[in-house]
């Protein structure tokens, strides 16, 4: 039997993209799957090339999360959303290309579009001063506009999903299933009072979150800091430009009907660039956010994506573990570590480089009680306890397995139920600890869909310590064991955690 045939392609991926999982599938519907570009609260979601297109065919395939979607009316939700979305005007939004609800596990693929998130972007250059601030303010009003066009609201509006690029914000995801529950925990700070006590997307919660945002650029501080306060009274408002204040002040209004609509918005956003601008510069063709866009928007750089050479081989059954990468003299290392990144679909992940599968560390099974306190503590990192996410310090309990604990969990736990089978080892068993961007992770669940790559009860799948500080902004408990830099006692402060392996039940084999 002759070798089926195979050719090769070249793709221009993101600098920091990571090597596919154990565990991760090699193709998606007509996608064949290349790298991780990172996870977030519903997906996981890889850098994909699709065999049949040319040209530059690098798409984003967001994998989603099988928990939130068992229900069969919550699919059918899934599909109406996304299809709804797939119609939308791409000039600000990005729309899916394609997606599958039915698959046995869904996903939707989008373009893939380079740039630097807002967040990060503020973090790093400081505020946007006003007439880019204006150009942002205006695009995403055009953005969200475009959305309730189509009856569809975004309903999880916040920084990271505004993507900065040198032709203008470009405006990602929308709530899918799964991520009501976390907006509480995670996106506060952005999110209109109604949604989160419980209440559906709207199109006056989306404007509530325009304001968040605007004011978010314009001072790298979010309307407010501390739950339950008044946004629309916000000292931080002071920082906004006085053209845009009036308008940004109505779009935080704690009652929904007090807020402007998106047309308000866009026409308050225009007549404030039209105050401030010049009457020098010749005419611009196309809309007045074009307009805005063209004369405002300056100084943009997106990431250079570095070449990979992507082999494909034409039996598609070949590519069930992942794809074939040739790493050859024409391929660039992707350890040339560039700046920014693609952060908007998800956490980054890896060092970027291409590697070959994690070797399995020599290690026992999952520890008993007594066990555990002889070797590395053995800690949970509950979510939900973490007071501050992003810079820490982070929560953490040091645990044990509890006497009413199968001896035997099954393979296929869920993280929640896992969690529940290890207890306090005493009353001040709770800590805090610092975590950095150079932490070592071994992971083995919350790294892939579903039980990764386990040996004996441990995680060895490598990530960086930044991937796991993402994953406690939205995820869900994770039992670990932990070395610290120092080998001393407690202290006086949070100690510094140089190594983090999750503990996690081995798949069957």
Known sequence: MSRPSEREISVLVPPHLA???????????????????????????????????????????????????????????????????????????????????????????????????LDGFVREHGPLGRGRLIALAAALGEGLSALHSKEVAHGDLKPGDVLLCASGPRLLDCALPGEGELLGRTAWHWTAPERLAGGEPSPAADVFSWGAIAVFAATGRPPV???????????????????LRPIVRRSLSEDPRDRPTVREVLGSTIAAWESISGSGAGPVQGTAVTQVLAREWRGISEPDRLPRLVRLGTDRRRTSGRAALVAGASVVALALVGGGGYAAYGALSGDGAPQAAPSPSPSSPVPSADESRQGPPVVRFDPAEQENPVEGPWVYTRVERAESAPATPAATIAPATWSEHWTPVDAEARAEAVITAETEV???????????????????????????????????????????????GEGDGPREVTRITELYPTPAR
Do not use: N
């Open 19 to 117: 090597r596919l999982a154990p565990g991760d599938p090699g193709s998606v519907g007509p996608y064949v799957l290349i790298g991780r570009i990172g996870a977030g609260a519903t997906g996981t979601v890889f850098a994909a090339v699709d065999p049949a297109e040319g040209g530059d065919p690098l798409v984003a395939v967001k994998v989603l999360h099988p928990w939130p979607l068992e229900e069969q009316s919550t699919l059918a939700y899934l599909h109406a959303r996304l299809a709804a979305l797939q119609g939308t005007d791409g000039r600000v939004y990005v729309p899916p290309i394609t997606f599958d609800a039915a698959a046995e596990r869904p996903w939707l693929a989008l373009p893939y579009i380079p740039g630097v998130a």
């Open 225 to 243: 800091e501390e739950e339950g306060a008044s946004a629309a009274t916000s000292p931080w408002l002071e920082g906004v430009p006085g053209e």
């Open 442 to 488: 071994r992971c083995a669940q919350f790294c892939v869909p579903g039980p990764g790559y386990i040996e004996d009860g441990r995680g060895t799948y490598e990530m960086a310590g930044q991937d796991f500080i993402d994953y406690l902004s939205w995820g869900k408990p994770v039992i670990a064991e932990v070395e610290f830099a120092d080998s001393e």
